[in-house]
């Protein structure tokens, strides 16, 4: 319920914003919706590789199928996950486009894959081993660390520097009260413009 009253509070305050001025676009309204399998297949893989790293995915697995004593809030990070699962559903066009909505997954993973390697540590002193499970928690949290970067690093590709610098240049000649027709769905230029306005091209619409 924790989970999911986070974005029900941002759709609902997007829903009353988009009432009350025109032209009544709720922006990220079309982040809503079903998708097919494969779609929600390639939001997985993401998941699996961006949002978490292989090593990070394998270890929320192995705490996930681990057995839970009886205390209060032994599950709530498998709560969390449902909720979050049932969320990525529910948005799937928007999970498919924008990798922020698997954010949430990565307490999750922490917590689950953090339980994971106390239970090999715990294996591996009852083995007589301790070393040894400290040396493969210890290579598996450098793997996770270099997995980041290789999987990360691209995301920090500037894909909107000229519609930025546009908005800016926009900003610096226009009069403060000027009412803009923007040509650009995206709305990095509107937003850098400081200026009121239209988008002309919307989803579905055709010049």
């Given at each position: ?14 829903y ?9 676009h ?15 297949l ?29 205390r209060?809030?032994?599950?709530l990070?498998h ?17 498919s ?10 307490p ?6 953090g ?42 590709d ?27 769905w ?22």
């Amino acid at each position: 319920a924790l989970t999911l009253a986070v974005p029900l509070a941002w759709y609902l305050h997007a829903y009353r914003v988009a009432r009350a001025h025109p032209p009544y676009h709720m922006f990220g309204e079309g982040g809503l919706g079903l998708v097919n399998g494969e779609t929600y297949l390639g939001i997985a893989m993401d998941g699996f590789t961006t949002a978490l790293t292989p090593v990070l995915a394998l270890a929320m697995l192995a705490g996930l199928l681990l057995p839970s004593r009886g205390r209060f809030g032994a599950h709530l990070f498998h709560w969390w996950l449902a909720g979050l699962a049932l969320f990525v559903c529910l948005a799937g066009r928007g999970s498919s486009r924008h990798q922020w909505y698997l954010l949430p997954l990565v307490p999750v993973a922490a917590a689950l894959g953090g339980r994971a390697c106390d239970a090999a540590l715990g294996l591996a002193a009852r083995l007589g081993r301790p070393r040894l499970g400290t040396a493969l928690v210890g290579l598996c949290l450098v793997a996770t660390a270099g997995m980041a970067v290789a999987y990360v690093t691209p995301m920090y590709d500037s894909r909107a520097s000229s519609l930025r610098e546009a908005g800016r240049e926009l900003r610096r000649i226009s009069p403060v009260n000027a009412l803009v027709v923007f040509t650009e769905w995206d709305p990095t230029t509107s937003y850098y413009s400081d200026r009121k306005g239209w988008h002309l091209e919307r989803p579905g619409f055709r010049r």
